[in-house]
């Protein structure tokens, strides 16, 4: 993309500082969890109008989500998508930052305040260059991302989020890396999430009489072992893979062995491949250390995301020079692989799309608290930086997807 324009972009965007952090916190303080963004929907329609757009709000008959096109220069063709996730988390904030939640038992704890911003400001940002571009923009601010079963983003492909689409981005904040800095890779980049669950069922007693019953205790206490040889045991030392237990249920008085033991958890991998083994060895090694056990097992596996976050190569290069361009080469890196996962992997399943990084982490300003926790907080500086490179992406994937 041409200096010119970048820099356009740039100053644009820093000139909107003011504006932008004020609309994040305004967000922040007003927090909904995944499928119940009404109001935030609201908001976002009223901001892309006030630009010029006309926006739709909604997603398979629910009032959250909202969807806006920006047709630049001639026709409709090329189309690059840009995303921003709108959902909150559903616990309370412990904060005394002026502009903490109001909305008791939520928070935006990840990011996605910001996240609605900059789209916001790389949309304002296009609308007033779109003479310079040919082919469309389609902003997309999708609910539910943090849900964890029910996918915002697989909602929206099926109401036809991405017909006509030819390419898509999407950016997280990261407050664990100094704000500022952008991180971009190729190919794999965060984990398929999935979720199991195993009932083992066996037959209940006096806690003194183990003989008169069959331990369903003892058997999820051998499974548990058992499942650590999947990873170290099963799968190729040089393939990714993690299968954690998080629940494990069983039994609620001392002297009382218990009838069930329930357990669940979660597995992370790279490869559809790695998951189909890690989910056969998972059902294989329940029903086995069951039945040795003289108990059963019931198992139930759900995918959730199934597919890891997965760069397109070549709009991931295209991605690292347009970030050189904006934040400067020493700003930009490559990102670690990561096992935590997203929904932006559904939107990659059907077109090409990059997903990248942007560092919100400074220490002075007490913005380092990990996603997820109840004292999350965004440095607003970096708010322009993410809106130049949202724009600046954009511009750029139309310019390369129009001369083929
Ligand atoms: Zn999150
Ligand atoms: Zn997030």
Not at 7 to 19: F, N, Y
Not at 165 to 189: F, K
Not at 232 to 257: M, W, Y
Not at 267 to 280: C, G, N, Q, Y
């Amino acid at each position: 993309m041409d200096d010119e324009y970048i820099g356009q972009v740039r100053r644009t965007a820093a000139a909107m500082a003011e504006k932008l952090t004020a609309l994040r916190r305004h967000l922040h303080a007003y927090p909904e969890i995944s499928w119940q963004e009404v109001e935030t929907s609201r908001l976002i329609a009223s901001k892309l109008e006030e630009i010029g757009l006309k926006p739709r709000i909604g997603t398979t008959g629910k009032p959250v989500g909202v969807v806006a096109d920006l047709v630049c220069g001639g026709d409709a063709k090329p189309c690059v998508a840009l995303r921003a996730d709108i959902d909150a988390l559903a616990f309370g904030e412990e904060s005394d930052l002026e502009y903490r939640s109001l909305n008791s038992g939520a928070m935006h704890a990840c990011g996605h305040d910001a996240h609605i911003t900059m789209l916001l400001g790389a949309a304002e940002i296009l609308y007033s260059m779109k003479d310079r571009l040919r082919g469309q923009v389609r902003f997309i601010f999708q609910p539910a991302e943090e849900h964890g079963l029910i996918s915002g983003a697989e909602a929206m492909i099926k109401d036809g989020v991405l017909e006509g689409v030819d390419a898509i981005a999407g950016m997280h904040l990261w407050s664990h890396v100094p704000s500022g800095r952008v991180q971009w890779r190729c190919g794999p980049v965060m984990a398929s999430s999935d979720v199991w669950e195993v009932r083992f069922q066996g037959k209940g007693g006096h806690g003194a009489m183990p003989q008169k019953t069959v331990d369903p205790t003892v058997i999820a206490a051998n499974f548990i072992l058992a499942l650590q040889t999947i990873v170290s045991r099963e799968i190729d030392p040089l393939q990714t893979c993690v299968i954690s237990a998080g629940k494990f249920h069983c039994g609620d008085v001392t002297n009382v062995i218990p009838n069930t033991a329930e357990l669940s958890g979660n597995v992370r991998t790279f490869s559809l491949d790695v998951r189909d083994s890690a989910e056969a060895a998972l059902v294989r090694i329940a029903k086995s250390v069951a039945e040795t056990y003289r108990g059963s097992a019931e198992t139930k596996y759900i995918y959730v995301y199934p597919h890891p976050v997965n760069n397109d190569p070549a709009l991931a290069e295209l991605f690292r020079d347009v970030a050189v361009q904006v934040v400067g080469g020493d700003n930009v890196e490559e990102s670690p692989m990561l096992m935590t996962s997203e929904d932006f992997s559904f939107y990659q399943t059907q077109v090409p799309g990059v997903f990248f990084f942007l560092g919100s982490g400074d220490p002075e300003k007490e913005t380092t608290a990990p996603h997820h926790s109840s004292r999350f907080n965004v440095d607003d500086a970096v708010l322009p930086a993410g809106v130049s490179l949202l724009a600046s992406f954009a511009g750029a994937a139309l310019e390369k997807l129009g001369e083929k």
